[in-house]
């Protein structure tokens, strides 16, 4: 039986959260997900540390969502700190942040980014978005082996559409 993984989603503002999380179900994501609410918890979640030790009760993700204005410890040096860790090295990232700042954009894929994506302005747009997560990252995208699941548990994972 194919195992549903995990979206850690690092984001700060609740209100971000929620949206988020009602555009994913909206869209069929059934992917559990996990919300780290600064950087440093971040960390601890990717490296099972603290409260985040049980794997069974905090995997790690097949997905990271990445703000990168957090408290604590940036988005920035969260995604260098995961590709310096051989153990997390190979885990997609994706820099979900408002910023369209050159220099965040440059830094996040200097940095190792998968890729760099700016808040949408409208719950529709947030819609929009979620469904191509989705459809490129849970459902196309053949994710590095050791973050992989069954691809029909990926469909399983996001529903039939």
Not at 63 to 69: I, R, T
Not at 132 to 161: C, E, M, Q, T
Request: hydrophobic share 45%; aromatic share 8%; glycine share 6%.
């Amino acid at each position: 039986m194919a195992t549903i993984q995990t979206i850690l989603l690092v984001e700060d503002d609740p209100n971000d959260v929620r949206f988020f999380k009602r555009a994913m179900t909206r869209t069929g994501v059934s992917n559990p997900i996990q919300v780290a609410v600064h950087g440093r918890e971040a960390m601890d979640y990717l490296n099972g540390l603290e409260r985040f030790a049980d794997r069974a009760a905090f995997p790690l993700p097949c997905l990271v969502l990445l703000d990168l204005k957090l408290p604590y410890v940036p988005g920035l040096e969260v995604l260098k700190k995961i590709r310096e860790q051989p153990a997390l090295a190979q885990m997609i990232v994706v820099v979900l942040t408002s910023s369209q700042e050159e220099s965040d954009i440059n830094d996040s894929y200097e940095l190792g980014a998968n890729a760099y994506v700016v808040k949408p302005p409208s719950p529709e747009k947030l819609r929009d978005l979620a469904g191509a997560i989705k459809d490129f990252w849970l459902v196309h995208n053949l994710p590095p082996p050791k973050y992989a699941y069954a691809r029909s548990g990926a469909d399983a994972a996001v529903g039939s559409g």
